[in-house]
């Protein structure tokens, strides 16, 4: 009982948890896109100083893309603009672009200096310095974006986990579903078979009987009462043990040979009975029959006991039989009839 209740609680524990690590997961995964386009656009810096001084050296004006650079410089400092940049707010990230801007600055009032006086000064060596702060920009980026790649590895470790956890309790609750259910389908055996003949006991004829006692009409149903004769000198001759071998050995009969016709339980003692629907009377005689020669073939076998009966039939299309308890009743008078016929016989 105590793991049931383990189990039981560990559920809701580990399905908030899974959740939480996914909304973690989510958030990284953005982060993770965010880092990208930072790592993008640190790259589009790095080489746009390159592209912008051999432009102006070759006396192309790159005004509109000196702003573009400065519109990303702006955005990785964290503020809004045109190119949705998401900034990294770590103090190296934002300290590397700091010195980058410093740079950058000095860069373009040398080239602003060069277009007036055509003299290249410092510009050469700005732009390297320049290209050098950029590629360390895109390296701290990277090494930021990697860091979170772990925790996202170290997510989806735990999520696997957690997962494994859940298909231990998944399958363990299976088990205990398949062996409560194996254990209600060996109760109902216990419940409803007689453990001597195996056949239906009481308990389930009486279910059987309820049920058609609800119908407004029966259907073309065929009742056999059949008693064992001659039980208690069994028992008083031989001993209870093959008293109980006897009804056994019946019930293993009846058993087989019921079953293309229908219902047939131990009601009781040495007292059974058969139900079966749209059973013609011709095929009712040929039943008779074969368990007449069932049980001849018994008794030849038998050198200790010997197997006699008395039976009954009645059908439900006969004269005032209007509920399953009317048929019961007569089938039941005729077997005791029968039973009176063989002790005269006797």
């Not at 031989?238 to 071998?245: F, L, Q, T």
Request: aromatic fraction near 10%; proline fraction near 2%; glycine fraction near 6%.
């Amino acid at each position: 009982m105590g793991v049931n209740k383990l189990f039981k609680g560990a559920i809701p524990v580990i399905f908030i948890i899974i959740i939480v690590f996914l909304l973690m997961a989510f958030q990284t995964f953005d982060d993770l896109y965010g880092d990208a386009r930072t790592i993008n656009f640190s790259s589009l810096l790095r080489g746009g100083v390159q592209h912008i001084v051999n432009q102006e050296i070759s006396n192309k004006h790159m005004d509109s893309y000196i702003g573009l650079l400065n519109g990303i410089i702006d955005e990785l400092k964290g503020e809004a603009g045109i190119f949705r940049i998401k900034t990294i707010k770590s103090p190296d990230f934002q300290d590397a672009l700091l010195e980058f801007e410093n740079q950058w600055d000095n860069l373009v009032n040398e080239i602003y200096s060069f277009r007036e006086t055509g003299d290249i000064g410092n510009i050469y060596k700005l732009s390297e310095t320049n290209f050098a702060l950029g590629n360390k920009l895109v390296l701290i980026a990277q090494e930021t974006s990697e860091l979170k790649m772990e925790k996202i590895l170290s997510l989806k470790r735990t999520l696997m986990f957690l997962s494994f956890m859940v298909l231990i309790i998944y399958m363990y609750a299976l088990y205990k579903y398949i062996h409560l259910n194996r254990n209600n389908m060996n109760l109902s055996k216990i419940a409803y078979i007689d453990p001597l003949t195996k056949l239906p006991n009481r308990v389930r004829c009486d279910q059987v009987v309820k049920e058609y006692s609800k119908m407004d009409r029966l259907p073309n149903l065929a009742c056999i009462f059949i008693d064992l004769n001659n039980l208690k000198a069994t028992n008083d001759t031989y001993g209870h043990d093959m008293g109980d071998n006897l009804i056994r050995e019946f019930g293993y009969i009846l058993r087989d040979i019921s079953v293309n016709y229908g219902f047939i339980c131990r009601n009781g003692g040495d007292e059974f009975i058969g139900l079966f629907e749209n059973i013609p009377k011709k095929m009712m005689d040929k039943y008779i029959m074969t368990l007449e020669k069932k049980v001849s073939d018994f008794n030849d076998e038998s050198a200790n006991i010997k197997i006699s009966f008395a039976y009954g039939i009645a059908y439900s299309d006969e004269k005032d039989i209007v509920s399953i308890n009317d048929l019961m009743a007569l089938a039941d008078r005729r077997m005791y009839l029968d039973k009176k016929k063989s002790k005269k016989i006797v």
